[in-house]
């Protein structure tokens, strides 16, 4: 191992050899689990009774690809009648809701089994138990005080629960419940006739949700994220995952987790963010490679109209957030609630998101739930050290019937309200957050890995860091920082810096890109970056580039 990765490894607190790229062998057992027993037999009695199952995914990345593991994991597993659904985030809302489960009544599955949520859906679960349908919840949303009255549930992060990893995803909870059950079967005999179905084909499904969902990359979700890309870039991911690459232009061979986070995930997503998560799911679940190229182009399209709704609302929430700060006499907010009634629900996180790195603040951003309506559905964002789904936990003790209905994790959380209560519910979470942040959480800090010695900016050292993750939340790609001599620099689309290097010690320029870098003024002479290390796939032969995260002048 190189010397570099060994120090990188030891920053991210792993000094054992087998965890720093863990495998299969080293997962967590799925018995860990609390309730795996009672989940496995309600799926292999309904198994075993021809009962219809009905898996219902939520319309996010991680709901899509749980949903279609769940999907294909059951019919690999002997579930003769599986069929699935999704909520419209227009239609339904978040989640199992009374709604979709009358949409659904005419199905009449014997088991319903959620993905990606339903911990926090106590009025679904109960429609339909109502209906006569035993229900399995798989989630790993942090649930509230009361569970909800399913036949069975599986989440890591009930309290009590002892499996170790508490950073899975929904689509890694159900792709455990699988395992389990394929154990169950086997004990029971079930593929005495034939050969046992291999799960490990599903993990490149497996890869794409937990890398999309941004869950921490703790050594469980590496071993799955590793396994995954391994079989997407041999060529071996599902017909839809391969097209999608394909229309993305990306190179499959090459793939990173950086690349299923920037590229595969929010085309995905867009689907459910502007259309129907539908069409995502049957791009997962389909055989069909002309099938799979069109739905692909498609969410292409879906995604780039989505950029383009992004940009809109982000510069109206760049406008409030500019007014914001002019009246408070140029100190930043310690939390920031926004709203515009002609923004749409579908893209209000990627606005929170956008406004939570601006300010280093959380941020919520609210959307009417559809034209004209009432209601609002909001998207919540936090920094690290400020628990945002526990900050609304707070308002809505505090203050009991403001939020309609909550979730969420630490970073990302989700809510409703009515329009009359916005003002409200914006002094009532300033308050928490006034009371509970910490002031050390506002200081917004660049964390870098150090400086690179000139032998180290090589091919050799930029290959060895991509193929040393998955890196991601939690395990963060390397970052590095040095002084640079800037030898030549010209615009690129009017936005992008593009730098040509000196570096001493080393005789030839290092060239660096900085995305949306051109601030109008030419650099300085020397300056003092942060970069990433990767290998320049544009111009091939060995060469290397550094993409630049942060410019001071020298």
Same mark, same amino acid.
């Given at each position: 191992?190189?010397?570099?990765?060994?120090?990188?490894?030891? &920053?991210?607190?792993?000094?054992?050899?087998?965890?720093?790229?863990?495998?299969?062998?080293?997962?967590?057992?799925?018995?860990?689990?609390?309730?795996?027993?009672?989940?496995?037999?309600?799926?292999?009695?309904? =198994?075993?009774?021809?009962?219809?199952?009905?898996?219902?995914?939520?319309?996010?990345?991680?709901?899509?690809?749980?949903? !279609?593991?769940?999907?294909?994991?059951?019919?690999?597993?002997?579930?003769?009648?599986?069929?699935?659904?999704?909520?419209?985030?227009?239609?339904?809302?978040?989640?199992?809701?009374?709604?979709?489960?009358?949409?659904?009544?005419?199905?009449?599955?014997?088991?319903?089994?959620?993905?990606?949520?339903?911990?926090?859906?106590?009025?679904?679960?109960?429609?339909?138990?109502?209906?006569?349908?035993?229900?399995?919840?798989?989630?790993?949303?942090?649930?509230?005080?009361?569970?909800?009255?399913?036949?069975?549930?599986?989440?890591?992060?009930?309290?009590?629960?002892?499996?170790?990893?508490?950073?899975?995803?929904?689509?890694?909870?159900?792709?455990?419940?699988?395992?389990?059950?394929?154990?169950?079967?086997?004990?029971?005999?079930?593929? !005495?006739?034939?050969?046992?179905?291999?799960?490990?084909?599903?993990?490149?499904?497996?890869?794409?949700?937990?890398?999309?969902?941004?869950?921490?990359?703790?050594?469980?979700?590496?071993?799955?994220?590793?396994?995954?890309?391994?079989?997407?870039?041999?060529?071996?991911?599902?017909?839809?995952?391969?097209?999608?690459?394909?229309?993305?232009?990306?190179?499959?061979?090459?793939?990173?987790?950086?690349?299923?986070?920037?590229?595969?995930?929010?085309?995905?997503?867009?689907?459910?963010?502007?259309?129907?998560?539908?069409?995502?799911?049957?791009?997962?679940?389909?055989?069909?490679?002309?099938?799979?190229?069109?739905?692909?182009?498609?969410?292409?399209?879906?995604?780039?109209?989505?950029?383009?709704?992004?940009?809109?609302?982000?510069?109206?929430?760049?406008?409030?957030? %500019?007014?914001?700060?002019?009246? !408070?006499?140029?100190?930043?907010?310690?939390?920031?609630?926004?709203?515009?009634?002609?923004?749409?629900?579908?893209?209000?996180?990627?606005? &929170? %998101?956008?406004?939570?790195?601006?300010?280093?603040?959380?941020?919520? !951003?609210?959307?009417?739930?559809?034209?004209?309506?009432?209601?609002?559905?909001?998207?919540?964002?936090?920094?690290?050290?400020?628990?945002?789904?526990?900050?609304?936990?707070?308002?809505?003790?505090?203050?009991?019937?403001?939020?309609?209905?909550?979730?969420?994790?630490?970073?990302?959380?989700?809510?409703?309200?009515?329009?009359?209560?916005?003002?409200?519910?914006?002094?009532?979470?300033?308050?928490?957050?006034?009371? %509970?942040?910490?002031?050390?959480?506002?200081?917004?800090?660049?964390?870098?890995?150090?400086?690179?010695?000139? &032998?180290?900016?090589?091919?050799?050292?930029?290959?060895?860091?991509?193929?040393?993750?998955?890196?991601?939340?939690?395990?963060?790609?390397?970052?590095?920082?040095?002084?640079?001599?800037?030898?030549?620099?010209?615009?690129?689309?009017?936005?992008?810096?593009?730098?040509?290097?000196?570096?001493?010690?080393?005789?030839?320029?290092?060239?660096?890109?900085?995305? %949306?870098?051109?601030?109008?003024?030419?650099?300085?002479?020397?300056?003092?970056?942060?970069?990433?290390?990767?290998?320049?796939?544009?111009?091939?032969?060995?060469?290397?580039?550094? =993409? =630049?995260?942060?410019?001071?002048? &020298?």
């Amino acid at each position: 191992m190189l010397p570099l990765l060994q120090r990188l490894y030891a &920053a991210r607190g792993v000094t054992d050899a087998a965890q720093a790229q863990p495998r299969l062998a080293q997962l967590h057992p799925p018995e860990l689990m609390g309730s795996m027993q009672a989940a496995v037999d309600l799926l292999a009695k309904a =198994i075993a009774a021809d009962q219809r199952i009905l898996v219902v995914g939520d319309f996010d990345c991680d709901g899509a690809t749980a949903c !279609a593991v769940g999907v294909r994991g059951l019919r690999m597993l002997g579930a003769r009648d599986v069929v699935h659904a999704v909520p419209n985030r227009l239609l339904h809302g978040y989640g199992l809701s009374p709604s979709l489960v009358a949409e659904l009544a005419p199905l009449q599955p014997g088991l319903l089994v959620t993905v990606d949520h339903g911990i926090a859906c106590h009025a679904g679960v109960t429609a339909a138990k109502a209906l006569g349908w035993q229900v399995l919840v798989t989630d790993h949303h942090l649930p509230g005080e009361q569970l909800p009255p399913a036949d069975a549930i599986v989440d890591p992060n009930i309290s009590g629960d002892a499996f170790p990893s508490k950073a899975l995803a929904g689509v890694g909870v159900i792709f455990y419940v699988l395992m389990a059950l394929r154990r169950h079967l086997r004990l029971q005999g079930a593929f !005495a006739q034939g050969a046992e179905p291999d799960l490990l084909t599903l993990l490149d499904l497996v890869a794409v949700g937990t890398v999309a969902d941004l869950v921490a990359l703790d050594a469980n979700n590496r071993a799955l994220v590793s396994a995954g890309l391994r079989r997407l870039r041999a060529g071996q991911g599902c017909v839809g995952l391969q097209a999608l690459i394909e229309a993305s232009g990306r190179d499959a061979a090459r793939l990173s987790a950086t690349d299923i986070g920037f590229a595969l995930g929010p085309r995905l997503n867009a689907a459910g963010r502007l259309e129907d998560m539908a069409l995502g799911i049957e791009l997962l679940l389909t055989e069909d490679r002309t099938q799979a190229r069109e739905i692909a182009q498609t969410l292409e399209q879906i995604n780039a109209e989505r950029r383009a709704v992004q940009q809109l609302m982000t510069d109206d929430a760049e406008l409030a957030v %500019s007014r914001a700060l002019l009246t !408070a006499e140029g100190e930043r907010p310690i939390a920031a609630c926004l709203f515009d009634a002609e923004w749409h629900p579908g893209v209000v996180g990627l606005v &929170a %998101s956008k406004m939570k790195d601006r300010l280093h603040r959380p941020v919520i !951003a609210f959307a009417p739930s559809e034209p004209g309506s009432d209601s609002l559905r909001g998207s919540a964002r936090s920094i690290a050290g400020f628990h945002i789904r526990d900050a609304l936990a707070l308002v809505n003790a505090a203050h009991p019937g403001l939020i309609d209905k909550f979730g969420g994790h630490a970073m990302a959380a989700g809510l409703s309200l009515p329009h009359a209560r916005l003002d409200a519910f914006q002094q009532a979470f300033v308050a928490v957050v006034e009371s %509970s942040m910490d002031p050390a959480a506002l200081q917004q800090l660049l964390m870098s890995d150090g400086e690179l010695a000139p &032998a180290e900016l090589d091919f050799q050292h930029a290959e060895a860091l991509r193929l040393a993750g998955p890196w991601g939340q939690g395990f963060p790609e390397p970052l590095f920082d040095g002084h640079f001599q800037v030898a030549r620099w010209q615009v690129l689309k009017e936005k992008h810096l593009k730098l040509s290097l000196r570096v001493p010690g080393r005789a030839e320029p290092v060239n660096a890109i900085h995305f %949306s870098g051109w601030r109008g003024n030419a650099p300085a002479s020397h300056v003092h970056i942060a970069y990433r290390l990767v290998s320049d796939d544009y111009r091939g032969g060995g060469a290397i580039q550094l =993409i =630049i995260e942060h410019c001071a002048d &020298a």
